[in-house]
């Protein structure tokens, strides 16, 4: 059973950071492009960022470029995203998916307010 959980959300200061982590399993996760997902109150969700199977540079919504950071761990079945500089406007539920099968994982809050 594909299962994708995130964690690492919290409440935090304008301006702070938060790393967030989506352990994977139950498919194989190197042979896959991943993104990160967010969904605020009452809006639609939106997508955050994106790297390939092997990492290296990922790829940004225009709204996070420069503050956030997506990477992956493959021996430990694991995506990360490094938010730094954060905004009021980044407050919102994140979660992981796989694009090619458009399977998401269970979110994490992360909430930005002073």
């Known amino acids: 059973e594909v299962q994708l959980q995130a964690s690492g959300g919290g409440e935090v200061q304008p301006g702070g950071s938060l790393r967030l982590s989506c352990a994977a399993s139950?498919?194989?996760?190197?042979?896959?492009?991943m993104s990160w997902f967010r969904q605020a109150p009452g809006e639609k969700p939106e997508w955050v960022s994106s790297?390939?199977?092997?990492?290296?540079?990922?790829i940004y919504a225009d709204s996070v470029k420069g503050r956030f950071t997506t990477s992956r761990d493959n021996a430990k079945n694991t995506l990360y995203l490094q938010m730094d500089s954060l905004k009021p406007d980044d407050t919102a539920v994140y979660y992981c998916s796989i694009p090619a099968t458009g399977r998401r994982g269970q979110g994490t809050q992360v909430t930005v307010s002073s």
């Open positions: 139950g498919f194989a996760f190197s042979d896959y492009t």
């Open positions: 790297i390939g199977r092997a990492g290296g540079a990922g």
